[in-house]
DNA sequence: CGGTTACCCTGGATGC
DNA sequence: TGCATCCAGGGTAACC
């Protein structure tokens, strides 16, 4: 579920229960979701480390170890954390961290088990954290580099806009949203965008996503932050979720559909505000 | 190579 | 109430 505004706040309240902390002990519930490593070694490995730092890269989770290994935690569409003072398993959840402050557990929970988990050396993080997988930070990527990204490819500009190599940390809804604030239609080739519109579409998501994070993000359902509080960016959607209500600039009902090269996922728009031409 | 599709899972909502 | 069907904010391997 989460996009980089939901991964930002996950990130933030992890860093007040981990970080600096000990790692007193880990216990894997579901192997399933552990990439190319054993229950035995990941529990093995982060028992008794230090967390030095907690950040993350478009919409992955890394938690950094003294000495040297790093976890990455990729939540997609369900995953997420939960801190707790006491040690009642809450649902679905798949592996328990033991640390040394106040907040004792924290879970990384995941409903539909999408999640993944590695756990990295330097080098192996560098490859996994590198251009092959993320393009700049939606938070802050220019125009320049946001112009070189579509100029190669005639895809939808939203199929382009979740790409992660495009731009990093993307997602359904703040793709809609950034269409929408920027008034470009998402099946808009991205090579054919003007260069105005490459520019106001950055604008558009830096703007959005920071508002974003700043509101803690979106809960349509299931997203939560570490403490179990819900973000508020819902207020906020202007496309995303309101199909057939009216449009906040022009009145006209927003439009839900499927276009292709997008998996199935439903994009919502304006057919008045963001013309197709 | 760029672009598209199937698929990994589970559970809640919807429809009959 | 029960059951079938659809849907979900992600990412990648395999394919054309």
Redesign the pocket.
């Known amino acids: 579920?989460?996009?980089l505004p939901?991964v930002e706040t996950m990130v933030r309240g992890l860093r007040m229960v981990m970080e600096g902390r000990r790692i007193q002990s880990v216990r894997v519930f579901d192997p399933?979701l552990l990439e190319k490593v054993s229950r035995r070694r990941f529990e093995q490995t982060l028992t008794g480390k230090r967390v030095r730092r907690i950040w993350r890269k478009?919409?992955?989770v890394v938690i950094e170890l003294a000495g040297g290994f790093s976890a990455v935690i990729?939540?997609?569409?369900?995953g997420g954390f939960r801190a707790s003072m006491d040690g009642n398993r809450p649902?679905?959840s798949r592996i328990l961290f033991r640390v040394d402050g106040p907040h004792h557990h924290v879970w990384f929970c995941d409903?539909?088990?999408?999640g993944?988990v590695a756990l990295v050396d330097e080098v192996e993080l560098a490859a996994?954290l590198s251009a092959d997988?993320h393009g700049p930070e939606a938070t802050d990527i220019t125009a320049t580099e946001l112009a070189a990204a579509l100029a190669?490819?005639?895809?939808?500009i939203k199929?382009?806009l979740?790409?992660?190599r495009v731009v990093s940390?993307?997602?359904?809804?703040?793709?809609d949203e950034s269409l929408f604030d920027a008034r470009i239609h998402p099946e808009r080739?991205?090579?054919q965008l003007t260069a105005a519109e490459v520019r106001k579409l950055c604008r558009s998501i830096r703007r959005i996503i920071r508002l974003a994070i700043s509101m803690q993000?979106?809960?349509?359902?299931?997203?939560f932050n570490v403490f179990g509080e819900a973000?508020s960016f819902?207020d906020r959607h202007r496309v995303?979720g309101r199909k057939d209500d009216p449009c906040v600039r022009c009145k006209t009902p927003i439009v839900?559909a499927?276009i292709?090269?997008?998996?199935?996922?439903?994009t919502h728009y304006c057919p008045t505000c963001q013309r197709h031409e």
């Open positions: 579920m989460p996009e939901e399933f478009g919409k992955w990729q939540p997609r569409m369900t649902a679905h409903t539909r088990r999408l993944r996994k997988h190669g490819t005639k895809r939808p199929a382009a979740l790409d992660q940390g993307i997602g359904n809804i703040y793709a080739r991205a090579n993000g979106t809960t349509m359902r299931n997203y973000g819902q995303y839900r499927n292709d090269g997008l998996l199935g996922r439903s």
